[in-house]
């Protein structure tokens, strides 16, 4: 019986024996049958997690949070790619919910009816994360990203930038990408100020990316004195254009990009940018699906985090 509530990840034994039961199993090569367990309980001890893409350099860290925050819970998570398409996503979320897994955690607000249908009627906790402009299925966890639009032109403003263009990768598919442009012009528009210039791109993005849409905008709007950036990545790629050409950063140019990349630490100058809060995401998510709410709430809640506004070398300080 004691060997069974081990298996089974009961919490009514001690630590000390389930160490010592566990560490036989191992020694046996004992590995539980947890289809048979699933026939009898109806669910499985897996999370699904759903994200955009997992080259992404931005998921890395939310995946971290998740796996940190599972790791004592007997829960397994599995990871699913939809490359932004919300069919490609609608398939993922249908093979997922068939094994019955214990929860779901999604990137994002925005989906398809019937993936909306399906994770409603999926009957376990379903948390969608990274954004909290919207209304969620059950739980959300967060960052206001028309905040943080609306934050880095207020910034740039006050730096005294005027001539301000904008440069975006998976545009459309990226709706977090799209609320932060939204939240950035409502600012601009508040100030009187309308932006001068946009670059899209609907692929990926890179640093050679970044350094090719920064060299079409600025060829074509030559007295753009801020260009404000989807990503840190392309963000850095044009950063590393505006040097090479041998513009003054943040003196006659500034930039700005989204998401706090530490990989870009070591650039001659720290890129503006704005920190997601992305490990805290993925952390309090899969709380929430393993029930380690203190509150003792079981779905319905709302966790939004602040974006934190980092100024680096590439904005003027304000006088």
Known sequence: ??????????????????????AAAKALGYVPNKIAGALASQRVNLV?????????????????????????SGLQPVFGATDYKPDREENVIYEMLSWRPSGMILAGLEHSDASRAMLSAAGVPIVEIMDIDGTPIDSMVGISHKRAGREMAEAILAAGYRR???????????????KRLEGFTEA??????????????????????????????????????????????IGAGGLLYCLDQGLDVPGQIGLAGFNGLELLDGLRLRLATTDACRREIGRHAAEIVAG??????????IIELSPRMQPGDTIRPVR
């Open 188 to 233: 601009l528009t508040a100030a009187g100020i309308s932006l001068a210039a946009t670059e899209h791109y609907a692929g990926g993005s890179s640093l050679a990316k970044g350094r090719e849409m920064t060299a079409a905008i600025l060829a074509a709007n030559p007295d753009l004195d801020f260009l404000y950036y989807s990503n840190d990545m």
């Open 164 to 178: 301000i263009g904008f440069l975006g990768s998976k545009m459309p598919d990226d709706h977090r990408a799209r």
């Open 292 to 301: 380690k709410n203190t509150d003792g709430m079981i779905g319905g809640k």
């Open 48 to 72: 699904g997690v759903v994200i955009p893409s997992l080259a992404n350099m931005v998921f890395p860290e939310v995946l971290g949070g998740i796996s940190d925050a599972l790791e004592d």
């Open 1 to 22: 019986m004691t060997v069974s509530r081990v298996l089974r990840n009961r919490a009514d034994v001690s630590p000390a024996t389930r160490d010592k039961v566990l």
